[in-house]
């Protein structure tokens, strides 16, 4: 994994500039931190996950401050924690529309949930309200840390993927020269855009995605519900 150092380093090099004379060190530290956000917000490549207490009767929960997008929600009672039950994704103003005053009436196990607002404010919703204590696993993409602009995280690892430092690479490189109206910025933001849409369409799911219909639970993976299917 490369180290911050060695992204300002390849910068550099992209720079043309060993030792910093035009661009300072904090500067290609900032824009580091601006591109792994705009990379993130494009490919959702920083993903992990959290565990949220729910209490009894509680409508809603507040979601982690740094969500970009919520890929899984799982309901866990505290009266069975071996039972996690995958929640069905829905948007809050159609369960709003759906549901109506039964949202605070009705209590059993969740089956659904919606998120509503904007992080860090973003809310998290349960269908129907939960009628003991749980937990919410929460799995999701995040919007990445900023490193300090100082020496301090020079040391550490970048949070872009290894495979693709080379993006930020690019878009340090990019923001320098088009700080300085060095017309070869554009060149360089081809190069970063290029790379990104790549990184956007890039899939870690190599196997067949045909699906079957099923009454009882909508579309399954055909490899599912196939055994005669091949996967190769």
Do not use: C
């Amino acid at each position: 994994m490369a180290t911050n150092l060695e992204i300002i380093t390849r910068v550099r090099d992209m720079l043309n500039e060993a030792t910093a004379t035009q661009w300072s060190d904090t500067q290609l530290r900032r824009w580091m931190n601006d591109g792994a956000k705009h990379i993130a917000r494009e490919t959702h490549f920083a993903e992990t996950n959290q565990d949220i207490d729910v209490a009894a009767d509680a409508q809603s929960v507040a979601a982690p401050t740094n969500v970009l997008m919520i890929q899984h929600v799982y309901w866990i009672p505290d009266s069975d924690t071996d039972h996690i039950v995958p929640l069905v994704p829905k948007h809050y103003e159609q369960m709003d529309a759906l549901w109506g005053s039964w949202q605070n009436q009705t209590t059993g196990e969740p089956v659904a949930f919606a998120p509503r607002g904007v992080s860090p404010s973003l809310r998290i919703y349960m269908y129907p309200t939960p009628d003991e204590a749980g937990t919410l696993r929460v799995f999701h993409t995040a919007i990445p840390t900023d490193i300090a602009t100082d020496t301090s995280a020079d040391a550490t690892t970048s949070t872009v993927p290894d495979g693709w430092v080379d993006l930020l690479v690019d878009y340090v490189e990019y923001r320098a020269l088009r700080r300085d109206r060095d017309p070869r910025w554009q060149e360089a933001k081809q190069l970063f855009d290029e790379k990104l849409e790549d990184m956007a369409q890039y899939d870690t799911l190599a196997i067949a995605r045909e699906m079957i219909h099923d009454v009882r639970t909508g579309g399954v993976p055909r490899w599912l519900a196939d055994p005669d299917f091949d996967l190769v």
